[in-house]
């Protein structure tokens, strides 16, 4: 399953973050990538670990790791640091699949689903098509600066070459608290059925006790703690 999550950010964090992402540090992308991807990444990487580094990262956390819709999409347990990358120039990403683990320590995650939040304005750019492979083909997404795409990190896919102008994009990695796709998928139609219900009937209707308690007890089934 592959979403688009539309307005992660307002226009005005978009324009603060792109406004402070212009004064950072930047680096040769490929030294964060592992050894086959890191022939066909063409890209920069900013460096966030100084103040205004720090201060972006939190503000898009914040967005990314409270959305309700990517919460019940993914059903996150982990959440990877989270990368700002620039590419133009012909710069872009090859078709790769993602490293199943990444960090160490306690930061060591199975990457379940990964997600890129556009930040620069489609007509500010060409090419730099986010490509994903899926079984029914494949699907192109570049949306509108503020746009979260959200896919599984099992897919093939790629970052087709940025031509003209500047693509920049804040990526990340999610280990899901529900390790199988299918899973997910079921629990997110209930998700979405509890919050299409919840309109018309209150938290204690035998509806929604029903639903919640099947909602709960899949998850227990399912997931991990
Ligand atoms: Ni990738």
């Not at 509890?194 to 029903?210: F, G, I, K, N, V």
Request: aromatic letters at 6%.
């Amino acid at each position: 399953m592959m979403i688009t999550l539309s307005s992660v950010l307002t226009p005005g964090q978009v324009q603060k973050v792109t406004h402070l992402a212009s004064g950072l540090t930047w680096h040769d992308g490929t030294h964060t990538a592992g050894a086959a991807a890191r022939q066909v990444k063409r890209n920069e990487q900013a460096d966030l670990s100084g103040a205004t580094g720090t201060f972006i990262k939190k503000l898009l956390q914040e967005a990314v790791e409270t959305h309700p819709v990517l919460r019940a999409a993914a059903q996150p347990r982990r959440f990877s640091p989270l990368m700002i990358s620039r590419a133009s120039n012909g710069g872009g990403y090859g078709r790769h699949i993602d490293n199943a683990f990444m960090g160490s320590g306690d930061r060591r995650l199975r990457t379940d689903l990964s997600f890129t939040l556009f930040l620069s304005d489609p007509s500010a750019y060409e090419g730099g098509e986010l490509a994903v492979e899926t079984a029914a083909g494949e699907h192109l997404a570049k949306p509108e600066a503020g746009d979260l795409v959200l896919y599984p990190s099992t897919t093939l896919h790629e970052v087709r070459p940025v031509t003209a102008g500047e693509r920049i994009v804040c990526v990340g990695w999610i280990e899901s608290a529900v390790r199988d796709a299918a899973a997910r998928e079921i629990l997110f139609d209930l998700e979405n059925l509890r919050a299409t219900l919840a309109q018309q009937h209150t938290a204690q209707s035998p509806e929604m006790l029903t639903l919640s308690k099947t909602i709960s007890n899949l998850l227990r089934l399912w997931g991990d703690a």
